[in-house]
Structure formats: C-alpha cells, structure tokens
C-alpha cells in the first residue's frame, strides 16, 4: 500500500509510506472516530494511494497564530 500525506489547507506534500503491512494503528489514526477517519483518509482505486489529508508545518503556524483563517480557507466539500 502507498499512503501519501499533503497538507488539508496548501496542499503541499508532507511524505509518503510505502508498506505492505501498514494498519491504523500504524498512522496513529486508532483513537479517531470513523467519521473524522473517513474526512481525513481518502482511497484513489486508479492509483492504488491512500491520501491522508494532515496540516503542515506552516499552515499549522499561521492558524495558531490567527485561527480566523481556518474559518475562512477551510474547504467546504
Ligand atoms: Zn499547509
């Protein structure tokens, strides 16, 4: 399995996994309901990619720093 993280707000790519063997447990992802799991996971049947939706570094920054922002550039799908 290829499991591709890129950031929710500026879409910049953060990483990719690529395993066999790889679980939930292995992401961290056990202690999220399967809802918030389901927003945040996302499985490309045509490139075979499990895309998990994270926030970077930056965006992670700039939201503490003015939460404001994420009301206002968060996606509404
Ligand atoms: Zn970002």
Do not use: W
């Not at 499991?3 to 066999?20: Q, T």
């Not at 939460?67 to 550039?73: H, I, K, S």
């Amino acid at each position: 399995m290829h499991i591709v993280y890129y950031c929710r707000h500026c879409k910049s790519f953060l990483g990719s996994i690529d395993s066999s063997t790889i679980s939930l447990e292995a992401l961290g992802l056990t202690s999220l309901t399967e809802q918030e799991i389901s927003d945040i996971i996302e499985y490309h049947d045509e490139d075979q990619t499990t895309y998990v939706k994270t926030v970077c570094e930056y965006c992670e920054t700039a939201l503490k720093q003015n939460p404001a922002l994420y009301l206002t550039n968060s996606p509404i799908q």
